[in-house]
């Protein structure tokens, strides 16, 4: 499939719904495991965030905070941040780098990330629900830079196989996450693998056409099909978004504050696992790093 083609002979698979989603200061919620999710699983959360250097403090106010259930993927549009943990190094991750964070059985984190020296950073983190046989296994992080990551023409592979380029990232299969950039004018068609019937994007920046218009900062979820997504980027601006496909995951989503299972008895063992990770990290001390950053507690 040529991602290149000219697109407007092609039909456009339909929108089926848009959102701005909530925002709340430097972070806009535009997909909760209680609505969309339910509608895009595996894809549960998504947040956008664009921080300027003023409000970078806020990411030091995070809290740490828990995850059974689930894995979350981190990638930066724009700007850079650092990272730095005693087993898996210390970098920066830039346009197309990656935070994975498979937290499987329970973690806590919320500083393990710390802005760079770019005066602006914008970028996605999504949560992904875990099938089965990987929602209460041994949590996995790692962090991929930018250099370390494939792409396929304007595509960057954030998960899964797109046109033979393979994602580094270990993610469960049936799931493909792009990060994409459209010169301004710019045609681009992705063909979804097979059975990947879920299929939504989100634009950070720019404009885009697909069977009506995208804005920066909207979400559009696309009609359940197997059929092309055929995007035109708006002249004037480059476009950057993601862009998500996969197959449905199969089981109900079991909500707790932090955590989503396909059952009630795995979301129970998680919670448990989460509090007895509590006990240990209040007793571990302090964990900060040089650069400031506080290494996910698994």
């Known amino acids: 499939m040529n991602a290149h083609v000219q697109g407007d002979s092609l039909p456009r698979r339909g929108i089926a719904h848009r959102t701005r989603g909530h925002g709340h200061g430097p972070i806009t919620r535009l997909m ?4 969309l999710g339910q509608r895009l699983k595996p894809f549960v959360f998504l947040d956008t965030f664009s921080i300027g250097r003023e409000a970078m403090s806020a990411l030091a106010d995070m809290p740490l905070h828990p995850h059974s259930g689930i894995a979350t993927v981190t990638v930066f549009t724009e700007g850079e941040a650092r990272y730095s943990d005693p087993e898996l190094g210390t970098g920066t991750l830039t346009y197309g780098g990656v935070e994975w964070m498979r937290a499987g059985s329970g973690v806590w984190h919320g500083k393990e990330i710390s802005p760079g020296d770019a005066a602006w950073m914008q970028g ?9 046989e990987l929602e ?3 949590p996995v992080s790692c962090y991929i830079e930018a250099a370390g990551m494939r792409h396929s023409g304007p595509a960057h ?7 033979g380029v393979q994602s580094p990232v270990p993610a469960p299969a049936g799931i493909n996450y792009l990060l994409v950039t459209l010169k301004a004018g710019q045609h681009w068609t992705y063909q979804p693998p097979t059975g990947h019937t879920v299929g939504w994007l989100a634009l950070a920046k720019g404009g885009l056409q697909a069977d009506g218009p995208i804005r920066s900062g909207e979400m559009v979820v696309f009609e359940s099909s197997e059929a092309p997504i055929v995007l035109h980027a708006a002249e004037g601006q480059d476009a950057v978004f993601v862009l998500g496909s996969a197959v449905p995951h199969p089981h109900d989503l079991h909500l707790g504050y932090y955590s989503v299972h396909t059952s009630s008895a795995a979301l129970e063992k998680g919670e448990r696992r989460i509090a007895e990770l509590e006990r240990t990290l209040r007793a571990s001390g302090d964990r900060r790093t040089a650069v400031g950053t506080i290494p996910v507690f698994r």
């Open 32 to 35: 909760s495991p209680s609505d």
């Open 124 to 132: 996605f983190q999504l949560w992904l629900a875990l099938p089965a």
């Open 136 to 138: 209460n296994a041994a």
């Open 157 to 163: 592979v954030i998960i899964g196989s797109y046109e």
